[in-house]
């Protein structure tokens, strides 16, 4: 396997990687690595199912945690568009 460098990571974003390897119990390689590859595996987007369940899919293994449920497609409300007065 080839080995990347990263120069210029941001501190936060290293703290907030290293702190989800933690959670996880993995190096930091291992998590940056476990992410890079949930992102080379994004489904192909298929608009016949409804809108929560396309998000849920493509979140799939990402280690974002949506759960069954959690994100929902509210069908039949109508827009409420706000007068600003105008």
Known sequence: MDNHLVLDLDP???ERLEQRARQ?????????????SAGTTILP?????????RIVRQCADSGVG???GEVVELRGGGLL????GE
Do not use: H, K, V, Y
């Not at 996880?24 to 890079?36: K, S």
């Not at 608009?47 to 369940?53: H, K």
């Not at 568009?81 to 600003?84: A, G, N, R, S, T």
């Open 45 to 53: 987007d298929d608009p016949s199912l409804p809108a929560g369940q």
């Open 12 to 14: 936060t974003l290293r």
């Open 24 to 36: 996880n119990g993995l190096t930091l390689e291992q998590e940056a690595q476990r992410l890079l």
């Open 66 to 68: 949506f759960l069954d």
């Open 81 to 84: 568009i706000p007068d600003f």
